[in-house]
């Protein structure tokens, strides 16, 4: 009972905005993230010089 009926999409008609949107929410979400250890870590504390020994 299996149906052979199928549909060919071609190059041109495929059109891939669903993944473009999640590549878009995922760049928004690692940004805000981004921004926010920026403000925890950096922001209100001193300068800090990183691989030096004093």
Do not use: Q
């Amino acid at each position: 009972m299996s149906s052979k009926l199928r549909r060919e999409i071609g190059h041109d008609e495929f059109d891939p905005k669903g993944t473009l949107a999640l590549i878009a929410i995922y760049f928004v979400i690692i940004s805000a993230l981004w921004v926010f250890m920026y403000f925890v870590e950096f922001l209100g504390n001193d300068l800090t010089i990183v691989g030096t020994i004093l």
